[in-house]
């Protein structure tokens, strides 16, 4: 059995007693599978006695990354003194000011230091004390104990396994994951060289949103998703209706900011969600409660209201339908259709004979059918109406065609390309403010390693394909290009080595249940990680690493995706030295490189001096004129002698020097500047002139590739027009029987919101955040009453997959029949029982491959009670997971 310290009490540890805890730990002493060791140095100085920073000043300010996925990444700044960080802040770089305002940082980026110096931390690598090359012994994964090994021990463990994998199954039988992400990791390039392996991929946070483009085209280089104005535009619009979005919560930054500034210019605001969160308080919004998962419904609604009342009300658009758009009705098709479907037909219930109206919808989404007849009128072309959706509403099963029902009702009000008009998504670093990178990131001249395996698992079938060994082959390299997704092809697969270079998929995927079954029977699993992470813990080898602090320096940038918002950029630098024995994962690959006989200068062609060169010499800004971009960085040959790089000197606008005293490159905006953005307003003007990037040049209502990317995939049809489908685990499967509205065993919905205590995963081990946010479920007062339920119990909720307990928080804020399970939680399972006792979300969801193979998140069904056991504590009260060596 795991077992924890004696006398080690974390919720102390989060403030009065952190210096005290953190020194004695490192020479404390546990062993288990749950637990394991790492005790980092705290902060010697700068902290008082409550905690709060002193006003320590002497030392230097560097700028430290805040590198997580939250949507923020801020600006991060510490004080630094005998090498040892004492202080943090956040932007003052320059006055504050709605127009320009300072980059300011989170409540999880100022507990920064509590994660890169956590006692929690691994230091040293570890094996799992059962495990062996040639007896795996799996089944004990996640129960087993651990043991310090040396480096050479551990690299040379996972090199005998990788190379036994390849003798005995060949290169596909080892599964890189990361999602996206493994493309382009340290270990993508060793394993490439060594002759490939199989990928892993998902739809991760945009779920149906990432296939907009084969709606609406590529209409703005680098910036898929962003289809709406961008912030100083978003100030001219009268009606913000939002689609399950909660930026003050999942997007932290400046992000909020955008839609305060919009209603302080008077705009009024409507929010669709199951959940009345943070952002829709502050903005004042009125509440359409919406069922989870039945967004499709609700938006057919909306269309068929606007057509009901268009004769008297002059609701549509007609002339942007007719003229900008294909499939609409029956005389706009486009040239490619293959189906004699249109959408107006369709929602007249001319193909079904189900009209789809408002009361039709009310009976599935629950909001009233006077509600949404209100939202129709207020939808008009009249009014100026950004409709923006967060990307919630994508992460459901069976919802492929819910981007492009988005954008048609958008184009039948007309409200596209032009001033105060915006419709689509925007989420995570550019809520609110779209538009192109007024900073471009540069690139750091490395050429990729090319895959010679073509195998590619979607995230929804990997533990079944582990498990049965087999799955359902659609393409390799799936992104956003139409040319990556291939007809579906069964194929037989035979999984050996799981290698989680990072991400934590194990704990962000699809069935985590399932995933526990298929880590438990692969030959080997290995983990780079800086905590006994979910991955960590289902591991045989755990391989220690840096965090971004104790890195050379970098960039938090590249994409939209990736940076803060479009207006700046962060360069950050070393913060402190690596701690204890952890390695860079440029490190590991590099010394696994010599091991497999893989030529390392292949996979580290350039130095860290060169690469910074790089990246910063092809940097570009826009330049005031709005259209040029120009070299963004001035760099001299002393610059470029001090990095150690070669290369020519750059006449940029920003001296390198002032760049890494500032820490960040923020364009400075203003009323009236060239920098504004209008989404579609080339298009719009002019559509012959500047087609979109589909079939018809036009936006597609009738959308004949996506319907045959995903029929041709092979897990469920669609059609090629927006339509009401079955979401499997949606609300109708609440029900025994539809009909006779008679419940089922799992008559809730859950959903899982993004929560401040922590970005998707990380910083869910930090006392201060734990002790801030306690992650509890939320349920609806009267769902509480009529189970027993009263505020703060301990109540256990299941799901055909999975169980997990959490304390109750009551609240009028859910809707009634939904479960609120905030996103990101770290897995504890009672290996007894087979509960968790966290609250992992993922515990309670299951494979479902669908459509174009979008992760269901919130396509999750439950049963709520009173928990008979043991209550749970509070987390922050819970013992840290620390992992050490017998006897040390």
């Known amino acids: 059995m795991a077992q924890t310290k004696e006398g080690h009490d974390p919720s102390k540890l989060t403030r009065r007693s952190f210096i005290k805890a953190t020194t004695a ?126 480096w050479d021990e551990a690299l040379d463990y996972v090199a005998e396994g990788l190379k036994k994998a390849k003798e005995q199954a060949g290169n596909r039988s080892i599964l890189l994951s990361g999602g996206w992400n493994s493309g382009g990791s340290d270990m993508s390039r060793v394993l490439g060289l060594f002759g490939g392996y199989t990928e892993f991929w998902n739809t991760n946070s945009f779920g149906a949103w990432s296939k907009t483009p084969f709606v609406c085209g590529f209409h703005h280089s680098g910036n898929w998703d962003q289809t709406i104005n961008d912030r100083f535009d ?24 955008n839609y305060w500034q919009a209603k302080q210019a008077g705009a009024r605001f409507i929010c669709i969600d199951p959940f009345y969160n943070d952002t829709y308080s502050l903005l004042e919004a009125e509440w359409l409660p919406v069922r989870p998962a039945t967004d499709m419904a609700f938006m057919l609604a909306v269309a068929y209201a606007m057509l009901e009342q268009d004769d008297d009300k002059k609701l549509i658009d007609w002339d942007f339908l007719n003229n900008l758009t294909v499939g609409f009705d029956a005389d706009h098709m486009p ?27 009310e009976q599935i989404c629950g909001v009233e059918a006077a509600k949404i007849r209100e939202l129709a009128v207020l939808m008009g072309k009249d009014n100026k109406v950004a409709f923006l959706c967060g990307m919630a509403s994508g992460r459901v099963h069976n919802v492929d065609n819910l981007p492009q029902l988005v954008m048609t009702l958008g184009a039948m009000g007309g409200h596209m390309g032009k001033s105060g008009h915006m419709t689509g998504s925007t989420m995570h670093a550019t809520s609110g403010n779209g538009g192109d990178a007024l900073i471009a990131a540069g690139s750091n001249g490395v050429e990729g390693i090319e895959n010679p395996v073509d195998d590619s698992i979607n995230a929804n079938e990997v533990y079944d394909a582990i498990l049965g060994g087999s799955y359902n082959w659609t393409g390799a390299g799936h992104a956003f290009s139409a040319t990556q997704y291939q007809p579906g092809e069964k194929r037989d697969i035979d999984i050996r080595v799981i290698y989680h270079p990072a991400a934590a998929d194990l704990q962000t995927s699809d069935g985590m249940k399932k995933g526990i079954e298929a880590h438990r029977k692969v030959d080997m699993v290995v983990t780079h990680a800086q905590f006994f992470t979910t991955n960590a813990r289902y591991s045989d080898i755990i391989l220690p690493v840096t965090t971004e602090w104790e890195k050379d320096w970098g960039f938090l940038g590249g994409t939209l995706v990736h940076s803060s918002n479009r207006e700046m950029m962060v360069h950050y630098t070393k913060v402190i030295d690596p701690l204890y024995e952890c390695k860079s994962d440029g490190e590991i690959a590099v010394e696994l490189a010599k091991r497999l006989g893989v030529n390392e200068n292949e996979v580290a062609p350039l130095t860290s001096g060169q690469m910074l060169y790089n990246t910063l010499a092809t940097m570009t800004v826009l330049d005031s004129d709005g259209k040029t971009y120009v070299p963004a960085v001035n760099i001299t040959a002393d610059d470029i002698e001090a990095m150690g790089a070669e290369g020519d000197p750059v006449d940029g606008k920003l001296e390198y020097k002032e760049l890494r005293e500032l820490g960040v490159y923020q364009v400075k905006r203003e009323q009236g500047d060239n920098y504004g953005y209008i989404a579609f307003e080339d298009y719009c003007n002019d559509p012959v002139a500047n087609p979109l990037d589909t079939p018809s040049g036009k936006l597609e209502i009738y959308c004949q590739t996506l319907a045959d990317l995903c029929n041709n995939m092979g897990w469920n049809q669609i059609s090629p027009i927006p339509t009401y489908q079955h979401v499997v685990n949606g609300y109708e499967d609440t029900f025994s029987n539809w009909d006779a509205q008679e419940k089922g065993e799992y008559p809730l919905q859950v959903i899982n919101p993004h929560y401040l205590r922590r970005s998707h995963t990380v910083f869910d081990n930090v006392g201060w955040l734990r002790e801030a946010w306690a992650n509890p479920v939320f349920l609806n007062t009267s769902d509480a009453t009529e189970k027993g339920i009263a505020d703060g119990d301990t109540v256990l909720v299941s799901t055909a997959y999975g169980q997990t307990l959490r304390n109750a928080t009551l609240t009028q804020c859910l809707r009634p029949g939904v479960v609120a399970i905030p996103h990101g939680a770290w897995v504890d399972v009672d290996e007894e029982t087979g509960v968790d006792r966290a609250g992992a979300d993922n515990y309670l969801s299951g494979q479902v491959p669908n459509g174009l193979g979008t992760s269901g998140f919130n396509s999750v069904i439950c049963k709520i009670e009173k928990y008979s056991g043991e209550a749970l504590g509070a987390d922050v009260d819970q013992p840290l997971r620390i992992v050490c060596k017998d006897g040390e």
């Open 335 to 361: 040239a490619d259709a293959k189906e004699n479907v249109n959408f107006k037909d369709y929602v007249m219930g001319a193909y079904d004979g189900t009209p789809k109206t408002p009361e039709w919808a």
């Open 234 to 257: 978003l100030r001219n619009s009268e009606i913000i209706v939002m689609l399950s979005m909660n930026p003050a919560w999942s997007a932290m930054g400046s992000q909020t900011w």
């Open 25 to 150: 730990a490192t020479a404390s002493v546990a062993v288990g599978g749950a637990l394991a060791a790492c005790a980092a140095p705290a902060p010697q100085e700068g902290l008082s006695e409550t905690g709060a920073p002193s006003p320590e000043t002497e030392g230097t300010w560097i700028t430290a990354a805040c590198w997580h996925n939250c949507g923020g990444r801020c600006l991060n700044k510490v004080l630094v003194k005998d090498g040892m960080p004492v202080r943090q802040k956040t932007d003052d770089t320059h006055e504050d000011s709605p127009d320009y305002p300072q980059q300011r940082g989170c409540l999880r980026g100022r507990s920064q230091t509590r994660q890169v110096l956590a006692e929690d931390r691994l230091k040293y690598p570890l094996k799992r004390k059962g495990w062996s090359p040639d007896a795996p012994n799996g089944e004990m994964r996640g129960k087993d104990e651990w043991e310090r090994i040396s």
